[in-house]
């Protein structure tokens, strides 16, 4: 959080903030910092031109464009606006320096419009991705001399007590006072596996179920089909976010017993009308299903050559926990 706010510090003085990525594992509170640093900032800086992408859903050059004209500018758009329109009205009525958060960068189609953005005067950006690629590769060297990123932050996993610390904060403010135990607490952020998404999604259901019994505090034996309805609940959501490839390579994945990674391509690009490369596949969509634990992959032989082999991951079941590690 500091170091994203020693990032946009330059702001406060009229000045063009440096540019930050963030990465990391799933859940570790990127997006949520992004935002925490941006709205410091406004309190600090009224009126401050900012806006948010996602790029998992705009994922165009020019669908990030046209949100950021509505964000930073409050532009009334023409529809299909040109690339140079957008960067024009931009361009013009922007008002003093402004910071974009693009979330999921991993999923920009392409890296042109980082260039688009260094263009524009007194615009920076924080950059969100899983892992710690080079937002910048796909551009022209002499591009990326000129656009730096000054801060590179790592998110790590949540610890055990890190979570709990964040469930309890979580429940006295959402539940009230006495609600719930802090070794119930304790107990789900050890069945979420570090996953604080996962752990608040817990929460919920479980207080949930607590109310449909007419309890006013959660027991800690409804705590095991919390956590197990928890992640099925936000893997249905993650599912609901996948675009059309990552879609089709899931129910590809849903039909079979895994498959290597040739044949899943095969019949990816049979059932998309509008397939993309391997490549793009390999570096692009299948990292994101990774990403969000739905699916695994592992290396399996075949003649003696090891290739990448792919299912779905496993949604866990209640029975799990019974397991002696629990
Ligand atoms: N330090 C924290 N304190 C309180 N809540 C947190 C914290 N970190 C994360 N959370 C909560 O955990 C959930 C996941 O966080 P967030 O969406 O920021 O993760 P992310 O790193 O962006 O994950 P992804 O890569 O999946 O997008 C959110 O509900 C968020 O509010
Ligand atoms: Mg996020």
């Known amino acids: 959080m500091n170091e994203v706010t020693d990032a946009l510090a330059p702001i406060q003085d009229g000045f063009r903030a440096e540019n930050c990525f963030l990465f990391g594992p799933s859940s570790v509170g990127k997006t949520t910092v992004a935002k925490a640093a941006v ?22 050059r020019n669908a990030v ?33 402004g910071v974009v958060i ?52 790592r998110f790590d996993t949540y610890s055990e007590d890190a979570i ?23 107990r789900i952020a050890r069945l979420s596996e570090g996953d604080a998404r996962q752990a608040i999604a817990a929460l919920r259901v479980a207080a949930r179920m607590a109310t449909r019994e007419g309890l006013s505090v959660i027991p800690a034996r409804l705590v095991k089909d919390a956590v197990a309805n928890a992640e099925r609940e936000v893997r249905q959501k993650t599912i609901s976010k996948l675009n059309d490839h990552q879609r089709v390579l ?21 059932a998309h009308p509008d397939p993309v490369t391997l490549r793009y596949l390999r570096e692009n969509h299948l990292p994101k299903l990774e990403h969000y634990n739905l699916v695994d992959v592992d290396l399996v032989l075949v003649n ?23």
């Open 39 to 60: 709205r410091e900032l406004r309190q600090e800086v009224l009126d401050v031109p900012h806006a948010y992408v996602n790029c998992w859903q705009d994922y165009t």
């Open 304 to 326: 003696g050559c090891e290739f990448p082999h792919h299912r779905m991951a496993q949604p866990v079941s209640p029975d799990y926990f019974e397991s002696a590690y629990f």
């Open 164 to 186: 709990t610390e964040i469930l309890s904060r979580r429940a006295r403010e959402g539940l009230g006072p006495g609600a719930v135990d802090e070794d119930v607490l304790a």
């Open 102 to 153: 693009l979330d999921e960068a991993d999923q920009l189609r392409g890296t042109e419009v980082l260039y688009d953005l260094h263009e524009i005067r007194g615009l920076s950006w924080i950059g969100i991705a899983n892992r710690e690629v080079d937002l910048l590769a796909d551009l022209d060297d002499r591009v990326t001399s000129r656009i730096s990123v000054a801060y590179r932050v």
């Open 65 to 97: 464009l046209e949100q950021l004209a509505r964000d930073l500018v409050g532009a009334a758009l023409p529809r299909s606006s040109s690339t140079g329109r957008l960067i024009d009205l931009i361009t013009d009525n922007l008002n003093g320096p």
């Open 250 to 270: 899931y129910e590809v994945l849903a039909e079979e017993d895994g498959l290597i990674q040739k044949e899943l391509y095969a019949r990816y690009e049979e």
